[in-house]
């Protein structure tokens, strides 16, 4: 007799009530699925319940190694499949393929930039994987920050990743970033070079074991003027602070609308005095002195009354660490007790020795700061209450 392919299929037929259905349990996932009037159920289903009235209106089709087919007549669950087990030696077709792609959380970044690359190995077949390794080495023009397994080796670039049972998936992230000598604008290709396992995976379909990315300018012009500054209705005068990472610049700040003196216009960070408007609104120009290409943003100084009229208070620690990751707390406290404040996390370049640095969200209360080199760094931080008033501390941290 031919082997029998484990291809069945189960249907109600002629049920008694259209919304009858068979409970079928996934062999490899314990999930269940609710099969209706006609839909196909793979074996890899097993009729663990059923409804009742239905129990003589399940039918089986069989396919052979051949393509015959062999029909079971209409019986009980019970009897069919000793029907089913008498006339046929029913056998599964092993099938043994790890899918195994690569993906990047960010195509385009920048010198510097921490960024994630993403493995995943997915048992797709019917037979557990053992002896599981994965060879991907980091390019030279990246550098290695961490991984989320120890048994991944940044040396090397094995991955001993050992077994994966069907059905299941194994997942490896290296964070890394560009070196200073990448070439802006250059491709960079990160390849898996094998994966092995003491199965044979004969099955390539859909794996993509390489991605690249484009080493992204870091100079591009790019400035932000900050937060609005809100005064208590008798101040006259307040700081305008621009955020930017570029070098070779010129900047300008002017007063646009309102009333106020600009003590040091050609700084990033100035005093304003003078603030007599309610609502004064401030420009700064950032020229690029290679080849005069501007930016532009606006800023405003908000006078309120509010009988409150108290700023949030921050306070940061300063930190001595080898680490070239750290982890700032934005403590502060607010005397109008006001939810869901606005964060800006923002680096000092006056008084600072160290240069590279990548903060993962500079808008949230606890940074994280990476690629940080030997040096002192100044952070500041500004929390921004819902009624517009600010507070404002700084950290140096000191990387041995």
Do not use: H
Request: glycine letters at 6%; charged letters at 15%.
């Amino acid at each position: 007799m031919a082997k029998i392919k484990k291809k069945p299929i189960y249907s109600l037929q002629n049920p008694i009530n259209p919304n009858d259905y068979i409970i079928g349990t996934d062999v490899l996932t314990g999930k269940t699925k609710n099969f209706t009037i006609g839909e196909i159920m793979s074996q890899d289903y097993n009729l663990d319940a059923l409804e009742p009235r239905c129990l003589s209106f399940v039918r089986r089709t069989v396919t052979d190694c051949e393509g015959n087919v062999t029909q079971v007549p209409l019986q009980p669950l019970d009897v069919l499949q000793a029907i089913i087990d008498k006339i046929c030696n029913v056998v599964a077709i092993p099938v043994f393929d790890l899918l195994t792609t690569k993906s990047v959380n960010n195509l385009t970044p920048i010198i510097g930039e921490t960024f994630i690359y993403t493995i995943t190995i997915e048992n797709r077949g019917n037979i557990n994987a053992t002896g599981v390794l994965l060879n991907d080495l980091i390019p030279s023009s990246l550098t290695f920050i961490s991984a989320n397994t120890a048994a991944y080796n940044p040396t090397n670039g094995l991955w001993t990743v050992g077994n994966i049972d069907a059905g299941t998936t194994a997942t490896l992230n290296i964070s890394v970033s560009i070196d200073a000598g990448a070439n802006l604008g250059s491709t960079i290709t990160n390849t898996i070079t094998s994966i092995v396992s003491d199965q044979s995976d004969t099955i390539t379909a859909g794996d993509n074991l390489s991605i690249d990315i484009t080493v992204t300018d870091s100079q591009a012009l790019k400035i932000d003027a900050g937060y609005n500054r809100y005064l208590k209705i008798q101040d006259t005068e307040t700081n305008l602070k621009a955020i930017s990472k570029n070098t070779n610049v010129s900047y300008l700040w002017e007063v646009l609308s309102g009333s106020a003196t600009i003590s040091n216009p050609t700084q990033k960070e100035t005093l304003v005095t003078n603030v007599s408007s309610l609502d004064t609104e401030f420009k700064i120009t950032m020229t690029d002195l290679a080849n005069n290409n501007i930016a532009i943003d606006t800023v405003k100084a908000l006078k309120r009354e509010n009988s409150v009229n108290d700023n949030p208070v921050v306070s940061l620690v300063d930190q001595t660490t080898a680490s070239s990751t750290v982890i700032i707390n934005g403590a502060y406290t607010d005397p109008q007790a006001l939810p869901n404040p606005q964060f800006q996390w923002t680096f000092e370049e006056t008084g600072s020795t160290g240069t590279t640095y990548n903060f993962v969200d500079e808008n949230i209360q606890n940074v994280t700061i990476n690629n940080l080199s030997t040096g002192t760094y100044i952070f500041r931080l500004t929390v921004t209450n819902t009624n517009g008033f600010i507070g404002e501390d700084a950290a140096i941290i000191t990387i041995t």
